[in-house]
Structures are given as C-alpha cells and as structure tokens.
C-alpha cells in the first residue's frame, strides 16, 4: 500500500506535535515551576446525603432541602456578560442511596410571561424558559450528561463530549421530574438514578456541575459557574464542582429491553399488502461503573422519523444524518474530527460533509437507504485506566447486490493536560463470503488547547482495500480561536486519490481543501438600544483543487449578521463560487429527457438574505432568498418555513424550497420546489403524535409519515407508524403504504 513519502511526513509531523502539543497544556505542577495554571472556576457545591424519604412532586418541602448548599448567584452570558442574572435562581442537590436529587427555585418577578412552548420528549430549549444540570462524573472537564426542563415539567436529555465537538440529543436516560408554577417563579424537583450515569465509586467523590437558566422574554441565558457568551454549557472546563458525592450502593446498570412488532406493507407498485411480525431485543450490561456493553439481537428502526426531502442542485450527494436510536447513544466515543463551534443561531451539530469518518448510517442501509438486517451486534464503551474506550461490531445480512458484512469500530483516546487529548482510530468492513472483500481504516488524532480559547484539532488517516495501490490517506489540521469578540479559524485537508473509507462520508477523492473563518462581534450600546444585540461581520473561504494544482471548487461567502434582541436574526451576504464538473450533470429531476451540464468550470455569485423572526413568539418565520447566479445560468430560490403554536401542546409549521432556474449551456428552464407540512401534538409529557407530509413538485412525488408515541413507563414505548409514499401523475403506479405497531418494555436489574 505506498504511500506518498510527503504524506507520511505529514502524518510523523502530526504525531510529534500531538504529543508535545498535549504535553505542553498540562497543568501547572510542583515540578513545573513558572508554568501557566489553568484557570478553573472556583465555583463549589457540596452534595447533602439523605437518609430520609425525598418526595419528587416539585414542592421543596422534603427536610433535606432545609439544610443543604445553595448554589446561588448566577452570572448572565447573553444579553449581558459577566453581570448579575437579571432574576434570583437558587439550586440544591442531595443524594441517598439511589438517586441524585436536584431542585431548584427560579424566582420571576412577572410569573405571568414565563414562556413554555413545548412538553414533548426532547424539546427545544432555546426558545423558552428552562432549567439546565449539566454533570460531569469522572470530572474530565470534557464529557457529560445533561438534564433539562421546563416550567410544565417536559423533559430533555443529551450526551455532550469533548466540550460540545460532538451532542448527542437522542440519548435517553431513566430520570424524574416535577415542577410547579408558584406566585414567585417556578420549582424543579429532579432524581436522577445513579444507574444511568456511569462513574467512578472509588474516586473522591467530586464531579464536575453547572446549571443554566434561561428566561425567554428578555433573550436571558445565565450560568452558576460563569461561561463567556462564545461558550455554552458544553464547555465543562468551566464548570464548578460537586464535592461529597458517595452512594452507599454503586449498582451496575443492566437492563434488558425487548421488542415485538408487527407490520402490514405494500411495496410501491406492487399489490397486494403482506403481514409480518418480530422479536428482538436490546440489552445494556454493566461491566462497570465506567464500562457498559451493548448488545442488539435483530434490532428494529421502523419508529425512526422518515428523511426529509430537499432541493438539491449541487453535484454532490445529500447528506442524512443518523436517527436510528441504538448508534446514537455515546456516539460521541467514535467520533474525530474539527473542533466545536460556537452556533450563534439554534441549529443541530452540522457535519463536516468533506470529511466525516465515522459515520454509522453507512451500517444497516443500503445506498438509496433501503433498510439491510442486522441479525446481532455489541457496542462497549466507557472508560478504564484512564483512557476513553469505544468498540462496535454490526453483522448484516445480504440485501440484493450488497454482500453480508461485518462492520468493526474501535476507539482509544486519552485525555492529556487541560482540555487536551490524542486518540487512535480503526474501522473496517469485511464481507462475510469473501477475503478479498474489505476496507480498513486506521489513524490517529490530537486536539489540543491553548491559551484557553486556541484550539488545534487534527488527524491522519491511512485506508487499506483490495483494489487500491496508492493515495490511500487523508488528513487534516486546523487552529482554531473562538473569542467574545474575534474568532478566526485556518484549516488545511488532503484525500487521497485512493483513499476509501465504508464507515465514512465524503465527497471527492483526489483533492486539498484550504479554509479560512473568521468574523468580529461587536455588542454597542448604540446598537442594543435599538434592538440589535450583536452584529457580526464575517467571511468563509473554500478553496480546493486537486494534487496537480487545478482549482476544482472555491467558494468565498461574505455577510453581516445582525441578531436581535428578542433572539431574531438577519444576515446579508454576497457568495462568488466555482465549481468543477468531473462528470456531466442534470438538474432538472422533473424532466428525464432534460439535457445535462456538460464537465467543465462554471463560475457565478449569488446573493443570499437569510434569517428568523422571535422564535419564542406563537408565530415565527425561518426563511432565505437567494438571487443571482447559478452554474451556466440564473437562480432566484426562495425558502421558508412558518411556525405557529396555538398551545404549548399544539405546533403546526408549514414550508417550502422553491427555485427557479434558468441555463443557459443546455438551454433549459424549470421549477424545483418541495412543499413541507408538519404537525406536532403533545397530549403529555409522555404521550406524542407527529406527522410529516412532503410533495415534490418536480417528481409529483408525495411522502408521509404519521407516529405515536406512548411512554408508558421510562424507556419503554408504543409505537403506531404510517407511511405512505405516492405519485400524482396519471400513471402513476399503486401507492406505497406500511403500517407498524410496535412495542417496547424496559427491565432494569
């Protein structure tokens, strides 16, 4: 398998600097004279024990709440940094035997604007008043578990690693909560087994905390432990400390969850409808406080929301992210890559879609997303000896022309100085029914802080198949500052011709990408006293070509935002770009016949406004138009969504991405539209329905999905899914329709 020598320099340089890099962030020690310490925060809360009864109904009137710590004085990171919450929050947390208990008491000195806009599972925090725990149980200062609610007690979990580089929202844990609106604010009571979380029972009892609070109406995000406004709550390096936690029992969590299932489906086209049932089962193990097992017996994803159509007139492949439940949780310990950005607007973690090298919806799918049997799989993850462990093995079955495999993951990272680590990485794919059917994937990574708030993040990366001789690499370095007012980010990448990774998604092959991000965020009074909180010049630039120093694609995006101080946002930007075709292209997916782009350049600029209206309010606008260019013609494209919430049970949102093309090289001239409608209702906090409906104009092409969702007890679920999928055109074939009933029942041990 050679290797370009310059490559493989590359890759020693990267090792050297990972190590000394790592080394030289330590913090300072007896040894260490004249080195820097870090700063931590010296926020500190000591836990109470209880021995007696903690009821969770939201009133703090359980005895252990009479004399335990009060963390107090909460410090504002948005509107205002570094000031005083505009409102009182004092905040309590006991333990007994089992349970981790939290409560908390939000003063409102206007109870009646308390904004709640959702009580389903999972709820959007950011447009509405909320509470936040944040726990970090081995005290890495990297990794933790996070709980949160609202004023009518919904519920929100996630799994945060390596500071926020990789969220993961779908993970779910077995955890309580009640509050209770009173004259003056709202309470939080919370239990949080200790089950769920993994720890060390031998450490010294101290773990990492903060909580946040937000109040919706006055765009208010404040900390316990302070966090300047270009951070949020991820970054557990400055969270405080939680000292005296010791349950007297530190059970292992084991719980066994199987499934059965039933389904009536009519392929598109074909009549008529076959019935099917199923079994399986989920079990999770754990080897111990810091290490659990996962094992899956013919896992099932029918209740995963349908994708999404889109408009998509790039030459690239659209990206899906991963929603089936059993690969997201702690999917965090696979993953490598750039450092974590701070999102001045609400959005999911966006992948990096010219690089990502772990990613799961590759195992179990095929390439137009067909779902492929997954007859057993194990997934180990957690800590020992001080390093970060991650291991997976799937088996699938063979789907059509897509041979049996079995897929493997594995994972070592170690945490060096402060906010620092280096990792390791192998991944492979290996058909079942051959030797010379196979892909491997291994390297390194580092990511190292500086200073604070200078991150260096990289990786080299070596691919290993049958019919690949060489260029079988990729690697990327980037520097990072994120600052209150500067940030500016640098970025170089390589993938080589003959890299190939089946655990992976990336565009192109055989290329350099060069990036630079960079932009101030100016906060004055001037400004603020006429609604605008912040406006942020800023410039991104792509630039690639290929190794013999042709330009392949570049794209310079240039804009000011300004964001609001009601949480709104506009932004206004000029975006010149260049795009290379290797292969010939057809936009036109309404229309077969429709002449393609022949492979060449193509240059052009368009102009983009972008932006959202009060997200909080009962009716918001997302939306974007863009004008101008597009590869050998003409684009006006207008995209929008509106949202509107009668109730805090009820939202409905209906959009629509709409372009209008004009080419000049073919000549040709089209619509391309996709109409969303969406429906959510929350009969409770337990209880869920949610449909999605899409037609695409060009195709005439129409896709459903109808689910509900009961919780009936924690972790345990009903499911009803309907899908169907149509077309409108009058030959259309018989419709598409499924419909599942599938149920779910939790047992811990």
């Known amino acids: 398998m050679p290797t370009p020598i310059g490559t493989i320099a590359a890759i020693r340089a990267l090792t050297v600097l990972a190590v000394c890099g790592a080394l030289s962030s330590r913090p300072a020690t007896a040894q260490s004279a004249g080195a820097a310490t870090p700063r931590t925060s010296n926020r500190r809360l000591t836990a109470t024990a209880t021995t007696s009864a903690v009821k969770v109904d939201g009133v703090l009137d359980?005895?252990?709440?009479?004399?335990?710590?009060?963390?107090?004085?909460?410090?504002?990171?948005?509107?205002?940094?570094?000031?005083?919450?505009?409102?009182?929050?004092?905040?309590?947390?006991?333990?007994?035997?089992?349970?981790?208990?939290?409560?908390?008491?939000?003063?409102?000195?206007?109870?009646?604007?308390?904004?709640?806009?959702?009580?389903?599972?999972?709820?959007?925090?950011?447009?509405?008043?909320?509470?936040?725990?944040?726990?970090?149980?081995?005290?890495d200062k990297r990794n933790g578990y996070v709980f949160i609610t609202n004023a009518e007690g919904a519920k929100a979990d996630r799994q945060v690693a390596n500071e926020g580089r990789e969220t993961n929202t779908s993970w779910d844990a077995v955890w309580y909560v009640k509050t209770r609106r009173v004259n003056d604010g709202w309470t939080v009571e919370m239990a949080i087994p200790f089950r769920a979380l993994r720890f060390d029972p031998a450490s010294d009892g101290t773990w990492g905390i903060n909580f946040s609070r937000r109040i919706r109406r006055r765009f208010e995000t404040t900390f316990w432990s302070p966090i300047p406004r270009e951070f949020n709550l991820a970054r557990l390096s400055l969270a405080g400390e939680l000292t005296g936690v010791r349950p007297e029992r530190a059970s292992r969590d084991t719980r066994v969850k199987p499934y059965a299932l039933g389904r009536s489906n009519r392929v598109l086209g074909k009549s008529p409808f076959t019935s099917t049932g199923d079994v399986g089962v989920d079990a999770k193990i754990g080897v111990t406080r810091a290490l659990a097992l996962d094992l899956t017996v013919n896992p099932d994803f029918a209740q995963v929301e349908a994708d999404e159509l889109q408009v998509n007139l790039t030459q690239f492949s659209q990206f899906f992210p991963e929603k089936r439940e059993f690969f997201l949780e702690n999917s965090g310990t696979f993953y490598v890559g750039d450092a974590a950005r701070n999102n001045r607007v609400?959005?999911?973690?966006?992948?990096?879609?010219?690089?990502?090298?772990?990613?799961?919806?590759?195992?179990?799918?095929?390439?137009?997303?067909?779902?492929?049997?997954?007859?057993?799989?194990?997934?180990?993850?957690?800590?020992?000896?001080?390093?970060?462990?991650?291991?997976?093995?799937?088996?699938?079955?063979?789907?059509?022309?897509?041979?049996?495999?079995?897929?493997?993951?594995?994972?070592l990272r170690r945490n060096v100085g402060n906010g620092s680590d280096i990792g390791l990485i192998y991944m492979s794919r290996d058909a079942t029914d051959s030797t010379d059917d196979y892909n491997r994937v291994y390297g390194l990574d580092a990511n190292v802080r500086f200073f604070r708030k200078l991150d260096w993040n990289s990786f080299a990366v070596l691919s290993d198949s049958p019919d690949k001789t060489s260029g079988e690499y990729t690697w990327r370095t980037s520097l990072n500052?994120?600052?209150?007012?500067?940030?500016?980010?640098?970025?170089?990448?390589?993938?080589?011709?003959?890299?190939?990774?089946?655990?992976?998604?990336?565009?192109?092959?055989?290329?350099?990408?060069?990036?630079?991000?960079?932009?101030?965020?100016?906060?004055?009074?001037?400004?603020?006293?006429?609604?605008?909180?912040?406006?942020?010049?800023?410039?991104?630039?792509?630039?690639?070509?290929?190794?013999?120093?042709?330009?392949?694609?570049?794209?310079?995006?240039?804009?000011?935002?300004?964001?609001?101080?009601?949480?709104?946002?506009?932004?206004?930007?000029?975006?010149?770009?260049?795009?290379?075709?290797?292969?010939?292209?057809?936009?036109?997916r309404g229309n077969p016949k429709a002449q393609r782009l022949a492979p060449g350049g193509y240059q052009w600029t368009d102009w983009m406004v972008r932006g959202t209206t009060d997200a909080s309010r009962k009716v918001a606008l997302n939306y974007s138009v863009a004008w101008g260019g597009l590869w050998s013609g003409t684009q006006s494209t207008v995209n929008g969504t509106v949202t509107v919430r009668p109730s805090y049970k009820l939202r409905l949102s209906v959009g629509s991405q709409h372009s209008r093309i004009t080419l000049d090289k073919p000549k040709d001239e089209f619509d391309a539209t996709v109409w969303t409608g969406r429906v959510n209702y929350s009969f409770t906090t337990n209880m869920f329905l949610d449909a999605l409906s899409q037609y695409d104009m060009a195709t005439r092409q129409v896709n459903s999905n109808i689910r509900f969702n009961v919780i009936h007890r924690p972790l345990s679920d009903l499911f009803i899914v309907f899908n169907e999928n149509r077309f409108t055109t009058p030959d259309a074939p018989i419709p598409g329709r499924s419909l599942v009933l599938k149920f779910t029942q939790m047992m811990a041990f």
């Not at 010219?354 to 067909?370: E, N, V, W, Y």
């Not at 180990?380 to 093995?393: D, E, N, Y």
Request: net charge negative; proline share 5%.
């Open 346 to 411: 609400f959005m999911p973690p966006t992948a990096d879609e010219d690089m990502l090298l772990f990613f799961s919806r590759r195992i179990g799918l095929t390439s137009s997303a067909q779902p492929v049997t997954i007859p057993v799989g194990g997934r180990l993850t957690g800590t020992a000896g001080g390093f970060g462990i991650g291991a997976m093995s799937m088996l699938t079955e063979r789907a059509g022309s897509t041979p049996a495999n079995l897929y493997n993951a594995m994972r």
């Open 62 to 139: 359980d005895a252990v709440w009479q004399t335990a710590a009060i963390a107090k004085d909460f410090v504002q990171s948005e509107p205002r940094t570094g000031e005083p919450a505009s409102e009182r929050t004092e905040v309590r947390v006991a333990f007994d035997a089992d349970n981790l208990y939290v409560a908390a008491y939000l003063y409102d000195s206007d109870p009646s604007h308390i904004v709640v806009n959702e009580i389903r599972k999972d709820f959007r925090e950011d447009d509405q008043d909320s509470f936040e725990v944040i726990l970090d149980t081995f005290r």
């Open 481 to 588: 500052w994120e600052g209150p007012f500067l940030h500016v980010k640098a970025a170089e990448m390589h993938i080589g011709d003959g890299f190939d990774n089946d655990l992976g998604f990336y565009r192109r092959t055989g290329v350099r990408k060069h990036f630079l991000d960079a932009g101030v965020r100016p906060r004055w009074k001037w400004w603020r006293d006429r609604g605008v909180r912040e406006i942020h010049p800023h410039l991104t630039w792509n630039y690639y070509e290929d190794f013999a120093g042709n330009t392949i694609g570049k794209n310079l995006h240039t804009g000011n935002s300004w964001f609001f101080v009601n949480g709104g946002f506009i932004e206004i930007s000029v975006n010149p770009k260049y795009e290379f075709l290797r292969d010939s292209l057809r936009l036109n």
